[in-house]
T-cell receptor
Framework: GQQVMQIPQYQHVQEGEDFTTYCNSSTTLSNIQWYKQRPGGHPVFLIQLVKSGEVKKQKRLTFQFGEAKKNSSLHITATQTTDVGTYFC???????????FGAGTRLAVHP | NAGVTQTPKFQVLKTGQSMTLQCAQDMNHEYMSWYRQDPGMGLRLIHYSVGAGITDQGEVPNGYNVSRSTTEDFPLRLLSAAPSQTSVYFCASSPVFSYNSPLHFGNGTRLTVT
């Protein structure tokens, strides 16, 4: 079956450092979404990637979808304390009516 | 618009008790779903619905029932609570299920089963 790993599980950075989280699939993905969950909050949609090799930017956040559509990454440049939270990738599964989430990467930013 | 509303926010149950977690959305979304979140395990899909009268199982459906009698409401029933069901439960909706439609989440219900 389809297996998607999200790494790392946890990342601790100093404010101003960069951060990257990865989702790696054993099979081709039709699309991938990224969500952010602040501590104590609910997941909030960030972006969706559909095309092979797609790159999208939102201010300091850069999202990539690999050429083979098996990998995706979220990169944050010059982290701020407001970036603290858990970042999840999610993908459609089983006839496209199910959105499955990765285990998430928890980001801690120290000032 | 209130978006996705979940009640209650917190609940403590004893093993064997039953209860219903409520979820309502006022965005006229066809697609609704329930997830549970446990530490280190991300969000796991319990049940979902693509429209009124239609429900289906997700990744971890055992011990839970759902129904969708209206577009607005999608309650989750725990038939006989077990400590393993201690978790944070999120309801989410989208206009339709497609790769173009992100999920809108409620604020969650934190459930403890003793």
């Amino acid at each position: 079956g389809q297996q998607v790993m999200q790494i790392p599980q946890y990342q601790h950075v100093q404010e101003g450092e960069d951060f990257t989280t990865y989702c790696n699939s054993s099979t081709t993905l039709s699309n991938i979404q990224w969500y952010k969950q602040r501590p104590g909050g609910h997941p909030v949609f960030l972006i969706q990637l559909v095309k092979s090799g797609e790159v999208k930017k939102q201010k300091r956040l850069t999202f990539q979808f690999g050429e083979a559509k098996k990998n995706s990454s979220l990169h944050i440049t010059a982290t701020q304390t407001t970036d603290v939270g858990t970042y999840f990738c999610a993908w459609s599964s089983g006839g496209y009516n199910k959105l499955i989430f990765g285990a998430g990467t928890r980001l801690a930013v120290h000032p | 618009n209130a978006g996705v509303t979940q009640t209650p926010k917190f609940q403590v149950l004893k093993t064997g008790q039953s209860m219903t977690l409520q979820c309502a959305q006022d965005m006229n979304h066809e697609y609704m779903s329930w997830y549970r979140q446990d530490p280190g395990m991300g969000l796991r899909l319990i049940h979902y619905s693509v429209g009124a009268g239609i429900t289906d199982q997700g990744e971890v459906p055992n011990g839970y029932n759902v129904s969708r009698s209206t577009t607005e409401d999608f309650p989750l029933r725990l038939l006989s609570a077990a400590p393993s069901q201690t978790s944070v439960y999120f309801c989410a909706s989208s206009p339709v299920f497609s790769y173009n439609s992100p999920l809108h989440f409620g604020n969650g219900t934190r459930l403890t089963v003793t």
